[in-house]
């Protein structure tokens, strides 16, 4: 087992906010008569980005796009993954303010790649979330928290945490997010409980990554290269419901086949790179790949 990554979870559900309310009223009695400004506080002080991957998601990603805080955030990019329903005409309904780009090649980690194409230079943390309506955007602010309070650089949304209603995760989902964290506890040492798509990320961490999956393999890339990386990170509980619609990959079992295969091959590609030797020098000096000199 590597040293690997020590993973900090909350327990406890909080309120999106009490949780902004602890980190920003240091000057107060640790009470806030209203919500409404501590989050402005939250969004007018840094420059956040939401990103969402979409296929064939016209009926879900408008209500998504409706629970976030359109206003406050920096930018909204929606990643129309090659959809043939008009997904890219009901994002542009809801807001000017959204930035709609067309990726043809299929794969959830293409359409990601593609979106972070579109991000301004300025912005400082990035999130994800599905556009099938299954993430509670109102759980964003947890997700922030612990990146606004310079106590992570990466954060995700833990279904197995949170309040996932009943039906929402598919026994393949369960059975394969066990597997894989597992997996990731024992050849990294990285205590994770979900592969949540619900998560978010300083940009400068994200781009140190260098993320390359083009498909299923992007969440289980993210959670590998932050563990090698020594990335601060975080779980906190969210909530998570039936998604609206069908699920491309867990909705079926050929498709959680072919996710779960991608996973795993995920997994045991970079575990392999981490046990090869790798030239850093001319005087022919090698270390594992992930292990801080």
């Known amino acids: 087992m590597s040293d690997g990554l020590s993973v900090t979870w909350v327990p406890l559900r909080k309120t999106a906010k009490e949780s902004i309310a602890k980190l920003l009223t240091s000057d107060s009695e640790g009470t806030v008569s209203?919500?409404?400004?501590v989050?402005?506080?939250v969004f007018e002080t840094s420059l956040i980005a939401v990103v969402i991957p979409a296929r064939n998601e016209a009926a879900s990603l408008p209500l998504v796009l409706r629970s976030l805080p359109l206003e406050r955030l920096h930018q909204v990019i929606v990643a129309d993954n090659g959809s043939t329903d008009g997904t890219a005409d009901a994002a542009r309904a809801v807001s000017p303010r959204i930035t709609v780009v067309r990726e043809d090649r299929p794969g959830y980690g293409q359409a990601c790649l593609a979106a972070l194409a579109q991000l301004a230079p300025e912005v400082q943390i990035v999130v994800f979330i599905d556009g099938d309506f299954s993430d509670d955007a109102a759980d964003l602010p947890l997700l922030l928290a612990?990146?606004?309070?310079?106590?992570?650089d990466f954060v995700i949304g833990s279904r197995n945490l949170g309040r996932a209603a009943r039906g929402s995760l598919t026994p393949q989902q369960v059975f394969g997010n066990w597997l894989s964290t597992t997996l990731l506890w024992m050849l990294w040492g990285a205590r994770w409980t979900d592969l949540g798509p619900f998560r978010a990320i300083r940009r400068t961490s994200l781009d140190a990554l260098g993320m390359v999956d083009?498909?299923?393999g992007w969440t289980i890339e993210m959670q590998i290269k932050a563990a090698e990386a020594q990335l601060r990170c975080r779980e906190v509980s969210v909530a998570y419901r039936p998604r609206t619609g069908v699920s491309k990959i867990s909705g079926t079992l050929s498709g959680s086949f072919r996710a779960g295969v991608k996973i795993l091959k995920t997994v045991f590609t970079y575990w392999r790179r981490r046990r090869l030797p790798m030239t850093t020098s001319p005087g022919n000096q090698h270390r594992k790949p992930g292990n801080r000199r």
């Open 34 to 37: 209203g919500s409404d400004p």
């Open 39 to 41: 989050l402005n506080r």
């Open 146 to 152: 612990p990146i606004l309070a310079n106590e992570a």
């Open 214 to 216: 083009q498909n299923y």
